[in-house]
Each structure stands twice: as structure tokens, then as C-alpha cells.
């Protein structure tokens, strides 16, 4: 037999080309998880992540719905036992003076002129009509509030808890009438005896004057309005009537205090023009002086009138007949709102801790572990 042919070297490389070529590698698994995370769009990423929300607060559903419901219902009830708040209000207007546009009382203008002809007269207040801002310092001012509080005996008024309206007296404080505060009996005890005559003590049991004025401060508002050149005094108050009251008594107590002091102003130019009437020897200076206390003695009886003197009465004050506050369906909305989101809260930080492995002890939280068993049940 014959030997067989001899492979030539180029079928014996291409053979082993043939038999020794490895196969083409597929992806790894790696390439194919980025390969598909490529693929979603941030649009899906947005979707998914929605919907994991979704899910969270689909789950915690129950525990959401407890919350705003105990919320809502607490804050219903809790509205309906506060006390409802009326205000009244009056708008008042500066009064612009007779003889200046820019304001001036009676006589300033001559007041002015003279002043601008001679100099400034020493000892001469030219008087002014009452600006808008005089007028809100005057009704912040402690003095005008405090005269208010004593001339219309406002202390049981503003704290009627303490009144008794029977005996008409202050309540005895402590216990069965007996003060429980050791200090007080200490302050008596070593407190030296006075040796002028005993001056009537001030009752004991009343409330102090700082505590009506700054229980008068929350009640008595004063506002500005500087476009219409108007000013509002309103009053809050649980009882109509006496929120329009407290309202006059603040502009009464103005009026009086107002047209007083420029009664003692114009009291005091007139002594003053004739001291220096006495020592003026030029008739011209006479002359204008008699016509200066002509005007304080005009100032002085337009005081005394006191209606419209230094501001006038846009809108008096009336009792309301609906009530400011409390607004109880505004509080139940934003209760709401907010038992929402704490809610919310709640069952995303409930869904954390068990992504952690952390488990509340439920024998601690009856309201926990009887949401707990509900789970079970459903999951069952």
C-alpha cells in the first residue's frame, strides 16, 4: 500500500485555524444589567420611583389615616370649647387746624408769624392739631391706658374670673381663702411698721395694674392707615357689647386727655403773653401780643367743647354681630393638612426601619401592636 499524501503546510495551518479557533465570548452578566440600565430613559426612573412611594404610603395606608382622624376629630372638639372672640371698631380722622394746612391749632398761625417776625418767644408752646402719630402714641401710652382702666373701673371687666359678681369683691385666692405663698407672709412679717398715719392697702386679691395693662394691650389694637390719613381703634373681646365699650371708653379717655392738656397749654401761654404784655413798651408788640392771648382764651373754651377738637369720628363703634375668631373650619383644614404629612412621615420612617432590621418592641406601644396584629391578619 502506498503512503498517503502529505498534507502541505497550508492545509495542516489552516486545519488547525479550523479545529483551534475559540469561540466568540457573549457578554458577561455585568454588561447585560448595564446594557438594560442604559435603556430606562430618567423619565422611568422618575416613574419607578413614584410608584415606590406609591407603594410605601399604599401600605402604611391604615396608620395614615388613624393619624389624620385623631387629629381632625381633636381638633374639632377641641374648637368647639373655645371661646368666641368679637371685635368692634371705630375709624377716626385727625382734625387739620384752622389757620395752617399743615396743621395748627387755634392761634398757631399767628403764633407762627410772630415767632418768624420777632424770633422764637421763649416760654410759648405754639400749640398743634394732633397728628396721626400723636394720636397712636397717646393710645399706646401707658398713662391714657391706665386713666381709661381706673376712670370706667375696667378690672372686673378684664378679668371676670376673679370677680365675684355676687359679693361684688375680688375671690379670696388660695385654698379656702388662706394665701398658700410662703412669701407673702414672710414679706409681712419682716416689713417695718410705718410711722406716718396707715393709708388704705390696696386689695390683695385684686389683679395689679401691670396685669390689665398688658391684658389691654392684647384686646385694644391701633392701626394706621396712612393713605386715607385714618386711624382704626378695634377692640377683641368675648362680649360684643363690651368690645364697643372698651372702643368708647378709649376715645372718651382721648378726648379728655387731649382737650386737658391743651386747656393747661394755652393756660400757661396766656400767664406767659402777660408777663411779657407788662415789659413791652413798643404798641406795635402790644398789639399782636393782646391778639396772642385773644386766641390761648379762644383755644381754651374750643377745648372745652371737646367734640371734634382734635380728631373726628369717621365710623363709631359698634357691636358686632358675628364673631372674629375662633375659625374653627380654617383649624380643621390645616389640622388636616398637617396630620397629613406627619402621617406620611410616620410611614416612611416605619418603612426604613424594617429596610434596617430594626424592630420596634410592640409591648410598650398598645396602638403599635394592635396595628401589628392587623398586619398579621391581613398578611394571614
Request: include cysteine; aromatic fraction near 8%.
Amino acid at each position: 500500500m502506498g503512503d498517503p499524501p502529505a498534507r502541505t503546510p497550508e492545509d495542516a495551518g489552516a486545519g488547525y485555524r479550523r479545529d483551534q479557533q475559540p469561540s466568540q465570548p457573549g457578554p458577561s452578566p455585568c454588561q447585560a444589567e448595564n446594557a438594560n440600565f442604559k435603556d430606562l430613559t430618567p423619565y422611568d426612573e422618575d416613574e419607578i420611583n413614584l410608584l415606590d412611594l406609591g407603594r410605601v404610603i399604599w401600605k402604611r395606608r391604615r396608620l395614615i389615616g388613624y393619624i389624620m382622624a385623631v387629629a381632625v376629630v381633636l381638633t374639632a372638639v377641641i374648637s368647639l370649647f373655645m371661646t368666641n372672640i368679637y371685635q368692634a371698631k371705630a375709624v377716626i380722622m385727625p382734625v387739620t387746624a384752622k389757620g395752617g394746612t399743615g396743621g395748627g391749632g387755634v392761634g398757631s398761625g399767628a403764633l407762627a408769624a410772630l415767632a418768624a417776625q420777632f424770633g422764637t418767644l421763649p416760654g410759648i408752646a405754639i400749640p398743634a392739631s394732633a397728628s396721626s402719630s400723636e394720636i397712636i402714641n397717646l393710645l399706646k401710652s401707658n398713662i391714657l391706658r391706665e386713666r381709661m382702666i381706673e376712670q370706667n373701673q375696667l378690672l372686673p371687666v378684664l378679668f371676670p374670673e376673679q370677680w365675684d359678681k355676687e359679693r361684688q369683691a375680688w375671690k379670696k385666692g388660695g385654698f379656702f381663702g388662706f394665701n398658700l405663698n410662703p412669701l407673702y407672709y414672710l414679706s409681712r412679717a419682716i416689713s417695718p411698721t410705718p410711722s406716718r398715719p396707715a393709708v388704705p392697702k390696696k386689695d390683695p386679691d385684686a389683679p395689679e395694674m401691670w396685669d390689665a395693662l398688658r391684658t389691654l394691650d392684647d384686646i385694644l389694637k391701633v392701626t394706621n392707615n396712612i393713605k386715607e390719613n385714618t386711624i382704626v381703634i378695634s377692640a377683641e373681646f368675648r362680649d360684643p357689647e363690651i368690645a364697643a365699650r372698651i372702643v368708647e371708653y378709649a376715645l372718651k379717655t382721648l378726648t379728655d386727655y387731649m382737650s386737658s392738656e391743651a386747656k393747661r397749654v394755652a393756660a400757661t401761654n396766656r400767664v406767659y403773653l402777660e408777663q411779657q404784655l407788662a415789659t413791652t413798651l413798643d404798641p406795635l408788640i402790644k398789639q399782636k401780643t393782646y391778639n396772642l392771648i385773644a386766641e390761648q382764651i379762644e383755644l381754651a373754651m374750643m377745648s372745652e367743647v371737646k367734640e371734634n377738637f382734635a380728631f373726628k369720628v369717621i365710623d363709631p363703634p359698634l357691636a358686632p354681630d358675628k364673631k372674629t375668631k375662633p375659625k374653627r373650619l380654617m383649624m380643621v383644614v390645616l389640622s388636616f393638612v398637617v396630620a397629613l404629612f406627619i402621617g406620611i412621615f410616620m410611614a416612611f420612617f416605619l418603612e426604613f426601619l424594617e429596610k434596617q432590621n430594626i424592630h420596634i418592641d410592640a409591648g410598650r406601644w398598645p396602638l403599635i401592636r394592635r396595628l401589628s396584629g392587623r398586619k398579621r391578619r391581613l398578611l394571614i
